[in-house]
T-cell receptor
Framework: DGGITQSPKYLFRKEGQNVTLSCEQN?????MYWYRQDPGQGLRLIYY???????QKGDIAEGYSVSREKKESFPLTVTSAQKNPTAFYLC??????????FGPGTRLTVT | GENVEQHPSTLSVQEGDSAVIKCTYS??????FPWYKQELGKGPQLIID?????GEKKDQRIAVTLNKTAKHFSLHITETQPEDSAVYFC???????????FGKGTRLHILP
């Protein structure tokens, strides 16, 4: 089965803790993306990576960090500096030209 | 940068009727326009896309039209069914190596 996997589906953390969200793809896609989704806000780009060992900030990168050590993996760390971390996080990937394919998402709740 | 406006934010249609969702974009260099469907608690799924070299594309009950001069594109769903209830997002991009910009979404309700 080819696709994008995100784990876990639900994640709970206490305020002040860093948390890492996993994203893996076996589609052999070069580019990978992280989006944040809040009610009524659509999809906002956090970070993206077009090749291994390289990534760029999106529109709302503050309080987040990423790494791209392998083509298949693009983990996202939500740091304690992110003021409103509770949200639905979506990972996506694409090969050369679009379209974008999304994973199932991780719902993060920070209390 | 690119800005994508999507209307309406909520749409209710009777089962069997047609639904139309409209989007406008600001960057005349945008040439790729996908539409995504998102069911509750899931990731968005691509349902149809169109590139700027065509004006219309159809896939069974779904069609997308593009007016490059007016910089707007629309999603048309005919003979709506209960499983069409979802949130739909439009998006625009200048293509490879460029960010894809999403609209804020339309929540479509199909009424029995």
């Amino acid at each position: 089965d080819g696709g994008i996997t995100q784990s876990p589906k639900y994640l709970f953390r206490k305020e002040g803790q860093n948390v890492t969200l996993s994203c893996e793809q076996n589609l052999n896609h070069d580019a990978m993306y992280w989006y944040r989704q809040d009610p009524g806000q659509g999809l906002r780009l956090i970070y993206y990576s077009q090749i291994v060992n390289d990534f760029q900030k999106g529109d709302i990168a503050e309080g987040y960090s990423v790494s791209r050590e392998k083509k298949e993996s693009f983990p996202l760390t939500v740091t304690s500096a992110q003021k409103n971390p509770t949200a639905f996080y979506l990972c996506a990937s694409s090969w050369r030209d679009l379209p974008l394919y999304f994973g199932p998402g991780t719902r993060l709740t920070v209390t | 940068g690119e800005n994508v406006e999507q209307h309406p934010s909520t749409l209710s249609v009777q089962e069997g009727d047609s639904a139309v969702i409209k989007c406008t974009y600001s960057d005349s260099a945008s040439n790729y326009f996908p539409w995504y469907k998102q069911e509750l608690g899931k990731g968005p799924q691509l349902i149809i896309d169109i590139r700027s070299n065509v004006g219309e594309k159809k896939d069974q009950r779904i069609a997308v039209t593009l007016n490059k001069t007016a910089k707007h594109f629309s999603l048309h769903i005919t003979e709506t069914q209960p499983e069409d209830s979802a949130v739909y997002f439009c998006a625009a991009s200048r293509g490879r190596d460029d960010k894809i910009i999403f609209g804020k979404g339309t929540r479509l309700h199909i009424l029995p």
